[in-house]
């Protein structure tokens, strides 16, 4: 083959090449590899509690669920300002004896959320976090302690608040982490 016989080769197979490269590139700018970017203290600044009821002294009730959720993380206290204080990094151990401690005192069932429970309060629609932010307003991007259901019963494990990621997976229970507090059953 000699050079004109292979550059009108090239040139008739140019069309066929940019075909291809265009429908890459709209494959790949299809995927969303990032999820969502909006934040959720901006995309629900307007929304009110959303699927959530006040049930005051800083308690809310998901509608969906029947579950009531202290709105802060352990430790802090709630206001009309939103959450105040400093919120308790715990071990595993300790962060479950400490909501013991609090259920007794206020005679109420409250217990660390399992990891369903947790993600019925996540968003999939904004982030950072993935929570309504006026149902849970302060509260700490950070993982959260939670506990395994299903294949991960008696597993540790945590709920990523800046997207609502959830991991079993080698968690260590030592670790300080920072909790919320759940009471009642799910109704299904």
């Known amino acids: 083959m000699n050079i004109s016989e292979f550059s009108s080769a090239y040139v008739k197979a ?12 709209m494959f790949l700018a299809s995927c969303d590899f990032s999820r969502v970017s909006v934040s959720c203290n901006d995309h629900l600044a307007d929304s009110g509690l959303g699927h959530f009821e006040d049930r005051q002294r800083g308690v809310i009730r998901d509608k969906n669920t029947g579950l009531e959720w202290f709105r802060c993380s352990v430790g802090q206290r709630h206001t009309p300002r939103g959450c105040v ?31 369903s429970e947790f993600a019925g309060i996540t968003r999939k629609d904004c982030l950072n976090p993935a ?51 759940v009471k009642g059953t799910q109704e299904l």
């Open 85 to 115: 204080g400093v919120p308790a990094l715990l071990p595993l151990a300790q962060a479950e004896s400490y909501i013991a401690e609090i259920a007794e005192k206020a005679g109420a069932q409250w217990r660390l959320p399992n990891y």
């Open 14 to 25: 140019l069309p066929a090449r940019f075909f291809a490269l265009f429908l890459s590139c």
């Open 131 to 181: 929570l309504n932010p006026n149902a849970f307003p302060n509260i700490l991007v950070e993982n959260y302690w939670s506990h395994g259901v299903d294949a991960n019963t008696g597993k540790a494990c945590v709920i990523y608040t800046l997207n609502g990621a959830r991991s079993c997976r080698a968690i260590d229970r030592e670790a300080p982490r920072p909790f919320l507090m």
